[in-house]
């Protein structure tokens, strides 16, 4: 779906950012990148936004940044189009179609993920992703920039990957308007905050620009995205209530894709912003996809009040609750204000192993956390990751002991096993150092930690010999059995009651030996191609 062709008139604002140049209104948020609109100025107008991811498991995502992308661009005044291949069939037809009726001045590709970061069955992106833009090579001499979470971990390797010269690295909403106004002249793109050369030295990087959260414009999803197909799947759309994290957790990329600071939306324009897509897309559920929802202190206060304030009859999720410092007023204020489930990220309940992965909170914190949630009326999916540095028998017991005793009766474990190398990151160091990572390779292809004090055989014995009730843990290689995919469409269909995930325990004694759980753990296969 795409928004009406007159891109929107620049309105004329006051304030600069580092370009000096005009300002973007639309409700709450103001931007301002450029001084006059691109036709204005003679420049290239068109730009394709094409958003690559086509993963379905464990649920397809809306593709929120690359609509913010577009949504920026359209206020700066470019005619702009959104091609998702999400759930196309032939994607290089789709794009063939794409290119022929609009053909555009400027391609913007926006890539989700590299690979499913899943140690036992491993699946790199990438080959697809090449196979799209050797193919956009051949058909179009626009310009393409790089963009998206996935970009943003490894921009240069991926621009190297792809044989292509632009990339930007974290938030796409001013880097894309910068580059694509100055389309013909790439000694002038490769100077924008947070854009990536091919074959440049990396300082770009480092002096990004974060966007004040002032700046943020509404992503207006449903001008872009045909959210009724998602809602088929998962009957709630995501919303940001802040970016970046201020932590540095050992293994973590989200400091490079969303910034190591917090930057925290105005309440109001996040509760603006669902009553908008209440309005337009029907959707009633909402998920927090913020990098940790209870954190810095005070904004989950700030930010369910004012839904408690707005009176939204919505219901909502997050993807990401710390245990650390959680109270049981926040609970409840959670509960109060329509939070119905959420995803808290322990990754292990041994201190050793917490210190290991530099979290900031301990095997304390982690009980108090259980304690509360489980007293609650909201539904919780505790994820932790197996074979983390310092991870022996010892450590895998005691989460065991948590997942068997801490974990209330409503409430399931997700399970990732290794944990995905990135480039950069102290994990990286660390299997450099003990020889799990060669320095020369890239990462491009999935790479996995696994401890070298357990071997991921034994800590599958450990886990079926502890685990009281297996069918309560999600392992991420159960999530891409195809029959899941039927079964969430019809649960939508019907307005079973969410988060889907809550039927796990069923699916699990259907999938029976099927499961990863019951097939060895030897070590990994490549990453399939
Ligand atoms: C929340 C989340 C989830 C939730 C999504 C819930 C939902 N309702 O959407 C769940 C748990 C379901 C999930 C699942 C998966 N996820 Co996830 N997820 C995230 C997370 C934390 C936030 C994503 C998000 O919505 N961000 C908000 C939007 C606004 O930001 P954005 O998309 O990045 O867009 C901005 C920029 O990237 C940029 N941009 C985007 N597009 C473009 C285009 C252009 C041209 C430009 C210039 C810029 C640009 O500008 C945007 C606006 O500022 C990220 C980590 C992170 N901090 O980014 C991981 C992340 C994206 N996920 C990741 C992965 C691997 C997965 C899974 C494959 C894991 C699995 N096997 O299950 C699945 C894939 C699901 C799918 N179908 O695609 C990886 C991807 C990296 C990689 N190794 O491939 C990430 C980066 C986490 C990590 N490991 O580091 N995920
Ligand atoms: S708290 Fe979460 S988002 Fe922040 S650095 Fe640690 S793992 Fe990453």
Redesign the pocket.
Same mark, same amino acid.
Request: hydrophobic fraction near 40%; aromatic fraction near 8%.
């Given at each position: 779906m795409n928004p009406p062709p007159t891109p929107a008139p620049l309105p004329q604002g006051e304030g600069e950012l580092s370009q000096g140049e005009g300002e973007l209104s639309q409700g709450r948020s103001s931007v301002r990148f450029l001084a006059m609109t691109p036709a204005e100025e003679g420049l290239l107008s068109r730009i394709l936004i094409i958003s690559t991811s086509r993963e379905l498991a464990p649920q397809p995502t809306v593709p929120i940044g690359a609509a913010w992308v577009a949504e920026a661009l359209r206020l700066a005044g470019f005619s702009v189009k959104l091609l998702d291949l999400c759930f196309e069939k032939h994607p290089l037809q789709a794009i063939d179609r794409a290119l022929a009726g609009f053909r555009p001045d400027g391609i913007g590709l926006s890539v989700r993920n590299l690979d499913n970061c899943d140690f036992l069955s491993p699946i790199s992106f990438l080959p697809e992703l090449k196979q799209i833009t050797d193919f956009l090579k051949t058909r179009s001499n626009a310009p393409m920039l790089l963009g998206g979470a996935g970009v943003s971990v490894m921009p240069k390797e991926l621009l190297d990957y792809l044989q292509l010269d632009f990339a930007v690295v974290g938030e796409g909403e001013r880097a894309a308007v910068l580059f694509f106004a100055c389309l013909g002249e790439p000694a002038k793109a490769a100077l924008i905050p947070g854009v990536v050369c091919r074959g440049g030295t990396g300082k770009k990087q480092a002096c990004q620009e974060r966007l004040s959260p002032s700046a943020f414009v509404m992503p207006r999803m449903h001008d872009w995205i045909d959210t009724g197909r998602y809602l088929g799947f998962e009957p709630a759309l995501p919303v940001q209530g802040k970016r970046g994290?201020a /932590?540095?957790?050992l293994y973590?990329t989200? /400091?490079k894709i969303e910034g190591a600071s917090w930057r925290l939306r105005e309440p109001g324009a996040v509760v603006e912003e669902i009553s908008s897509a209440m309005r337009n897309t029907g959707a009633r559920e909402f998920e927090f996809v913020d990098?940790?929802f209870n954190q810095p202190e005070g904004y989950l206060e700030a930010l369910l009040e004012e839904i408690l304030r707005s009176e939204l009859q919505a219901k909502f999720s997050v993807s990401?609750l710390?245990p650390k410092g959680l109270t049981k007023g926040q609970v409840r204020l959670m509960e109060r204000s329509g939070m119905t489930s959420l995803v808290i990220?322990p990754e292990t309940a041994s201190d050793v192993t917490l210190g290991a992965l530099k979290?900031d909170f301990t095997e304390e914190d982690v009980m108090r956390a259980a304690e509360l949630i489980s007293s609650s009326s909201i539904k919780a999916l505790w994820c932790f990751l197996l074979g983390g540095p310092k991870e022996d028998e010892g450590t895998l017991v005691k989460t065991i002991g948590f997942i068997n005793g801490s974990l209330g009766k409503k409430d399931s474990a997700f399970i990732t096993t290794g944990i995905r190398i990135y480039p950069g990151t102290g994990l990286h160091e660390l299997a450099i150092r003990e020889g799990v990572a060669a320095a020369a390779d890239d990462l491009l292809m999935p790479r996995f930690y696994f401890s070298p004090e357990i071997s991921p055989q034994k800590a599958r014995e450990t886990l079926r010999k502890g685990v009281s009730d297996l069918s309560r843990c999600i392992f991420l290689s159960d999530t891409r059995q195809s029959s899941l995919g039927v079964w969430r469409r019809i649960g939508a269909m019907l307005g079973l009651p969410t988060p889907f995930w809550r039927y796990a325990g069923y699916m699990n004694r259907l999938a029976g030996s099927k499961r990863v759980i019951s097939r060895n753990w030897s070590l990994p296969p490549a990453a399939r191609k």
């Amino acid at each position: 779906m795409n928004p009406p062709p007159t891109p929107a008139p620049l309105p004329q604002g006051e304030g600069e950012l580092s370009q000096g140049e005009g300002e973007l209104s639309q409700g709450r948020s103001s931007v301002r990148f450029l001084a006059m609109t691109p036709a204005e100025e003679g420049l290239l107008s068109r730009i394709l936004i094409i958003s690559t991811s086509r993963e379905l498991a464990p649920q397809p995502t809306v593709p929120i940044g690359a609509a913010w992308v577009a949504e920026a661009l359209r206020l700066a005044g470019f005619s702009v189009k959104l091609l998702d291949l999400c759930f196309e069939k032939h994607p290089l037809q789709a794009i063939d179609r794409a290119l022929a009726g609009f053909r555009p001045d400027g391609i913007g590709l926006s890539v989700r993920n590299l690979d499913n970061c899943d140690f036992l069955s491993p699946i790199s992106f990438l080959p697809e992703l090449k196979q799209i833009t050797d193919f956009l090579k051949t058909r179009s001499n626009a310009p393409m920039l790089l963009g998206g979470a996935g970009v943003s971990v490894m921009p240069k390797e991926l621009l190297d990957y792809l044989q292509l010269d632009f990339a930007v690295v974290g938030e796409g909403e001013r880097a894309a308007v910068l580059f694509f106004a100055c389309l013909g002249e790439p000694a002038k793109a490769a100077l924008i905050p947070g854009v990536v050369c091919r074959g440049g030295t990396g300082k770009k990087q480092a002096c990004q620009e974060r966007l004040s959260p002032s700046a943020f414009v509404m992503p207006r999803m449903h001008d872009w995205i045909d959210t009724g197909r998602y809602l088929g799947f998962e009957p709630a759309l995501p919303v940001q209530g802040k970016r970046g994290c201020a /932590n540095h957790c050992l293994y973590c990329t989200y /400091n490079k894709i969303e910034g190591a600071s917090w930057r925290l939306r105005e309440p109001g324009a996040v509760v603006e912003e669902i009553s908008s897509a209440m309005r337009n897309t029907g959707a009633r559920e909402f998920e927090f996809v913020d990098s940790i929802f209870n954190q810095p202190e005070g904004y989950l206060e700030a930010l369910l009040e004012e839904i408690l304030r707005s009176e939204l009859q919505a219901k909502f999720s997050v993807s990401s609750l710390s245990p650390k410092g959680l109270t049981k007023g926040q609970v409840r204020l959670m509960e109060r204000s329509g939070m119905t489930s959420l995803v808290i990220t322990p990754e292990t309940a041994s201190d050793v192993t917490l210190g290991a992965l530099k979290k900031d909170f301990t095997e304390e914190d982690v009980m108090r956390a259980a304690e509360l949630i489980s007293s609650s009326s909201i539904k919780a999916l505790w994820c932790f990751l197996l074979g983390g540095p310092k991870e022996d028998e010892g450590t895998l017991v005691k989460t065991i002991g948590f997942i068997n005793g801490s974990l209330g009766k409503k409430d399931s474990a997700f399970i990732t096993t290794g944990i995905r190398i990135y480039p950069g990151t102290g994990l990286h160091e660390l299997a450099i150092r003990e020889g799990v990572a060669a320095a020369a390779d890239d990462l491009l292809m999935p790479r996995f930690y696994f401890s070298p004090e357990i071997s991921p055989q034994k800590a599958r014995e450990t886990l079926r010999k502890g685990v009281s009730d297996l069918s309560r843990c999600i392992f991420l290689s159960d999530t891409r059995q195809s029959s899941l995919g039927v079964w969430r469409r019809i649960g939508a269909m019907l307005g079973l009651p969410t988060p889907f995930w809550r039927y796990a325990g069923y699916m699990n004694r259907l999938a029976g030996s099927k499961r990863v759980i019951s097939r060895n753990w030897s070590l990994p296969p490549a990453a399939r191609k």
